[in-house]
């Protein structure tokens, strides 16, 4: 079974660009969640999907980052315009409703 | 809200050594506990999840023990290897929060040939 795909790996931009990172669940899940993940810290939940809908955004900060999960399968997040303190590792995940949550490899984000 | 806490944050032991990793949280009414394994670079491998009505799960050399009511786990790892050179972290699953999972910072551990 595949498990959940990310990309791209690594990113570098400069701050007030814009960024946008894509992720694949894993076939048949039906939940999937962006976390951030900064240095020295654990993840923290951006958002978070059931089929096309929003469950939880509460932690996204929606002045400059958005994110869409069309026809329930793959996602994006995208930041704009990042800032220096948008440099984090994104991680995305997948589980079936309420259960076990599988994480892809991650992007790691460098503004400069 | 939820604060998982870690100790300690790093961890050097040699080769062969048992060692125990230590969790807690603030609220005892989670659904369950997860214990996963990062490499650096590289995302979130899960180790053991333990659902609130379960005192332990092994898996290998690896075993979780939680103490809801103390609001405490432990990740046991018996006769560490480098290859077990790694960031533990635990997460929860509160009952009343939907599925996110609340995160500590993590504990380094580097195990010595």
């Known amino acids: 079974e595949a498990g959940v795909a990310q990309s791209p790996r690594y990113k570098i931009i400069e701050k007030r660009q814009s960024v946008a990172f894509w992720c694949n669940p894993i076939s048949g899940h039906a939940t999937l969640y962006w976390y951030q993940q900064i240095l020295g810290q654990g993840p923290k939940l951006l958002i978070q999907f059931q089929n096309n809908g929003v469950v939880d955004d509460s932690q996204l900060p929606k002045d400059r980052f958005s994110a869409e999960r069309l026809k329930g399968v793959d996602s994006t997040l995208k930041i704009q315009p990042a800032k220096l303190e948008d440099s984090a590792v994104y991680l995305c995940a997948s589980s079936l409703i309420g259960n076990e949550q599988f994480f892809g490899p991650g992007t790691r984000l460098t503004v400069l | 809200k939820q604060e998982v806490t870690q100790i300690p944050a790093a961890l050097s032991v040699p080769e062969g050594e048992n060692l125990v990793l230590n969790c807690s949280f603030t609220?005892?009414?989670?659904?369950?506990l997860q214990w996963f394994r990062q490499d650096p670079g590289k995302g979130l491998t899960s180790l053991l999840l333990?659902?609130?009505?379960?005192r332990e799960q092994t898996s290998g050399r690896l075993n979780a023990s939680l103490d809801k009511s103390s609001g405490r786990s432990t990740l046991y790892i018996a006769a560490s290897q480098p290859g077990d050179s790694a960031t533990y972290l635990c997460a929860v699953r509160d009952s009343n929060s939907g599925y996110a999972l609340n995160f500590g910072k993590g504990t380094s551990l580097l195990v010595t040939p």
């Open positions: 333990i659902q609130s009505s379960q």
């Open positions: 609220d005892s009414a989670i659904y369950n």
